[in-house]
C-alpha cells in the first residue's frame, strides 16, 4: 500500500513524524562505514586488528536500541577490550573525524567527510506534499549540526519540529512527547530504537503512536 493512501486510512492522524538516518536518507556508506572506521582505528590503536563488516554493524541496529553511533562504536570495541579501557572522547573524536571531515574543528586528521556520500530516500516533492497534509516531526540521534546537513541533502528544511540528541535521545519516549503532545501520529523508522520507542511512548502516555517501517513503506514511494 502507497504511503499516501496508508496515512489517510488512518483516522485523526495530525502527525507523521521520521527517524531519519535509514529512512528520509541512505546512510549505508556513511554512518555505518564510520563506524566500522572509527572501531578498526580504536582498535589499531589498542594493538588489535580486526575488520568490521558493514552487515554486522546493521544487525546490530536491527536487535538493540542506540541512542547515537557513539553507542555502537563502544558496543564492538567492547567485545574486544575491557569497558574501563574504552575512551569514549576518543570514540566521539575519531567518528566525527570520519563522519564530518573538514567540518570538524577537532579532526584527529584531515578526511574529506562521509557525509558527503549521503543521499535521499524521499523526495522533496513528497515532503512537501505531506506537510499540506499533516504536521512533520523528526526524531533523531544527529546532532543539531549533522541535522543541518541532513536537511540540506534532502533539500527540505520545512520540519514543524525537531528532536535532536541535544534534546532527547531515543528511546525516551520524551523525544516524541515533545513534538506530538496530546496528538495522534504516525511515526516512520527502520530501527529496534524506533520500534522501543513507539512502545515506550504508548505504554506511557496511553497509546496514540502508530509505527509503521520505513524499508517497506518509502521504498518507490509515489504521490498517488
Partial sequence: ?????????????????????????????????????????????????????LSEIKEMRNFKAFADDFEVCKEIIAQCISKQNIDVNLIKRIFNTFYLGKLYEGRVFNFPGLWKREKPLISKELLEHLRKKFKLGIVTGRSQFEMKLAERILNFN???????????????????????GDEKCVYIGDSFADELLVKNYNKKYGGGAILLKADSLLSNVRLR
Fill in 158 to 180: 520545512k520540519f514543524d519540529e525537531v528532536v535532536t540528541r541535544e534534546i532527547a535521545r531515543k528511546p525516551n519516549p520524551k523525544a516524541l512527547r515533545i513534538i506530538v
Fill in 1 to 53: 500500500m502507497k504511503l499516501l493512501k496508508l496515512l489517510r486510512s488512518l483516522r485523526n492522524v495530525r502527525w507523521v513524524v521520521f527517524d531519519v538516518d535509514g529512512t528520509l536518507i541512505d546512510t549505508s556508506k556513511s554512518y555505518d562505514l564510520a563506524v566500522k572506521l572509527t572501531v578498526e582505528y580504536v582498535l589499531r590503536c589498542k594493538g588489535i586488528n580486526k575488520s568490521i563488516s
